[in-house]
């Protein structure tokens, strides 16, 4: 993935009808894409609007504004990093439940009144579930080595996106996430570090973590610990993908349970989303990979190897791509009929517009495609059922959920509505509680 660039641009146009259009043209002309549009005043004469633009380079944002600027009475007023001044301080704080506004609240809160609530939990420690923050805290665990697609980058420079996370807990399911910074990658390092932090938490979600040790540290955690462990890149991808394959499948007509279908790129969330569609029960899965580790992999899950992107195209009915590679997908390579999701962001393996002009029956890119879709709901629904694991049936029951969510003509739902995070949670807990019992 490039290292793209956000920028708030603040325009002046005249208050008639088109001009805002030839300042949107004038961005996609010189390869920016916009996003938000907030006006911010509505004059006589003119009309100032902020907008959100993102494009490769510095270089390219200059040109932008210079297109802007060439325009007739158009003007770029301002150019504001607003994603840095959100990030400023820090995007989470711990704060108290409880205010202490007397002696007696100290009392109650803290000593002496605190030391009845430690006696109760050693005498029953499940009990510190529900006296106290653990079983609604997960440990957001990372080594900075495949920070989103920058790559090992190291924990500290990856701690903005920690906190996103912990932000989206929050925000969606009401949990605390608390983003624990590792140096070392040694997969047995990893294991005991976290075993020894565990007791405080009530789940692990392990972000950003790099293949191959990533697969080793999320299985060793998963049958050393009694608390629901989730390898997010590998998982929370896999869910919402699943989802978003499901409806497309219904959009374009296909029976999936008869679809063969073909995911290029076999990283951690390839192999994962290869695993979730065998658990789904697709009749055959294959995939193609350049690291020979991975086909080893996808053939030790019940998956089929292709041996080139050209095989698998040819092969296959529906085709998932998270390579990262721009372009890599050629319009000839499609064939009539096909489902194509090229999910690297911001730049696809192939663009919607060209798989469908080149026959696809349904084409898509990852922008919508957002992990926030699945873990939040995951891990409230495993919480909420003080589950010891987080297993596949709970992972389809999320992604079917999401599926149910999903409002017609679109692929997934809307990432910001909060009912998908209670549905997906709702489903979680059901099959938690039906697995437990």
């Known amino acids: 993935m490039s290292a793209n660039i956000m920028r708030n641009l603040i325009v002046e146009t005249p208050s008639k009808p088109g001009n805002f259009g030839k300042v949107a043209k004038a961005i996609g002309d010189q390869g920016g894409d916009i996003g938000d549009i907030t006006t911010l005043k509505i004059g006589t004469l003119s009309t100032i609007r902020d907008v959100t633009c993102t494009c490769e380079s510095l270089d390219q944002l200059e040109e932008i504004v210079k297109a802007i600027n060439a325009l007739d009475y158009i003007t770029v007023r301002a150019v504001s990093d607003d994603v840095m001044k959100a990030h400023e301080g820090g995007k989470i704080h711990m704060t108290s439940k409880i205010d202490v506004r007397s002696l007696s609240d100290l009392r109650r809160i803290y000593t002496p009144g605190v030391a009845s609530v430690c006696q109760e939990i050693q005498r029953s420690p499940e009990k510190a579930h529900y006296f106290t923050s653990i079983g609604n805290t997960v440990a957001i665990i990372t080594d900075g080595t495949a920070i989103l697609g920058l790559g090992n980058i190291g924990p500290v420079a990856g701690m903005p996106v920690m906190e996103g996370k912990a932000v989206l807990f929050d925000q969606f399911?009401?949990?605390?996430?608390?983003?624990?910074?590792?140096?070392?990658?040694?997969?047995?390092?990893?294991?005991?570090?976290?075993?020894?932090?565990?007791n405080g938490f009530g789940g692990i979600l392990l972000e950003d973590i790099g293949s191959p040790h990533c697969f080793e540290i999320e299985e060793r955690l998963k049958k050393e610990l009694q608390i629901p462990v989730m390898h997010d890149d590998q998982h929370g991808t896999a869910v919402v993908t699943l989802a978003a394959v499901l409806?497309?499948?219904?959009?374009?007509?296909?029976?999936?349970n008869q679809a063969v279908v073909g995911q290029i790129g076999l990283?951690?969330?390839?192999?994962?989303?290869?695993?979730?569609?065998?658990?789904?029960?697709v009749k055959e899965v294959c995939g193609s990979d350049l690291q020979e580790?991975?086909?080893?992999?996808?053939?030790?899950?019940?998956?089929?190897?292709?041996?080139?992107?050209?095989?698998?195209?040819?092969?296959?009915?529906?085709?998932?791509?998270?390579?990262?590679?721009?372009?890599?997908?050629?319009?000839e390579m499609v064939r009539e009929g096909q489902i194509i999701l090229a999910l690297s962001n911001p730049y696809p393996e192939i663009t919607p517009e060209e798989a469908l002009k080149a026959g696809a029956a349904y084409a898509a890119d990852g922008r919508l495609v957002n992990n926030v879709l699945g873990f939040p709901g995951i891990f409230r629904g495993a919480l909420n059922a003080n589950a010891k694991s987080i297993t596949y049936p709970m992972l389809l029951a999320a992604a079917n959920a999401i599926?149910?969510?999903?409002h017609n003509g679109d692929l997934v739902p809307h990432p910001l509505d909060p009912n998908v995070h209670k549905s997906v949670a709702k489903a979680v807990e059901r099959i938690a509680l039906k697995e437990m019992n």
């Open 403 to 406: 599926v149910d969510a999903t």
């Open 267 to 281: 990283g951690a969330a390839g192999l994962a989303i290869c695993r979730m569609l065998i658990e789904y029960g």
């Open 173 to 198: 399911a009401k949990i605390s996430g608390v983003p624990i910074l590792l140096d070392t990658s040694d997969p047995d390092e990893v294991v005991e570090t976290v075993k020894h932090i565990a």
């Open 293 to 331: 580790s991975s086909l080893i992999r996808l053939s030790n899950i019940g998956g089929t190897i292709m041996n080139s992107t050209e095989e698998l195209m040819e092969h296959c009915d529906i085709v998932i791509a998270t390579t990262g590679v721009k372009g890599l997908i050629k319009p």
């Open 247 to 256: 409806s497309a499948c219904r959009y374009a007509g296909v029976d999936i």
